[in-house]
């Protein structure tokens, strides 16, 4: 079946608008064409339709912010804290802390030292002859 790219694009714009779709990928389900009809006209890359996923991408969040600001649920606070937050108070709000240095802050000096033989280990046993 042949397609119009017009048709398609007015089609996947509709679908856009009117389900507030925030991925490419959602909008093949609402039109009828396969996938690869979809890629193949290039309507993934139209700028019209990013232009429309990117505002309903905008509303969405602001929406989500909004709904966080005003909540009393720590986790939907902590979230966005985070969001707004310094790279500073990201580190210190972080759960676990990943930094090692030795005495007053100076790198640690660590030796390795190898124990027995040192040949390599390998994956199958030596034979014991």
């Not at 929406?63 to 990201?90: H, I, V």
């Not at 802390?97 to 040192?118: F, Y």
């Amino acid at each position: 079946m042949a397609y119009n790219t017009k048709e398609l694009k007015k089609a996947a714009l509709i679908a856009v608008k009117k389900y507030n779709l925030i991925f490419v990928q959602e909008i093949v389900a609402y039109m009828n064409c396969s996938s690869a009809t979809f890629y193949n006209h290039g309507l993934h890359e139209d700028d019209e339709i990013m232009e429309e996923i990117t505002k309903n991408r905008v509303v969405e969040k602001v929406g989500l912010r909004t709904k966080w600001r005003e909540s009393d649920n720590p986790t939907a606070q902590s979230m966005l804290y985070k969001l707004c937050a310094n790279e500073d108070e990201l580190r210190r709000l972080s759960v676990t802390k990943n930094e090692v240095s030795g005495e007053n802050g100076k790198p640690l000096d660590i030796a390795i030292t190898v124990l027995g033989n040192d040949e390599p280990i390998l994956d199958e046993p030596k034979d014991e002859v």
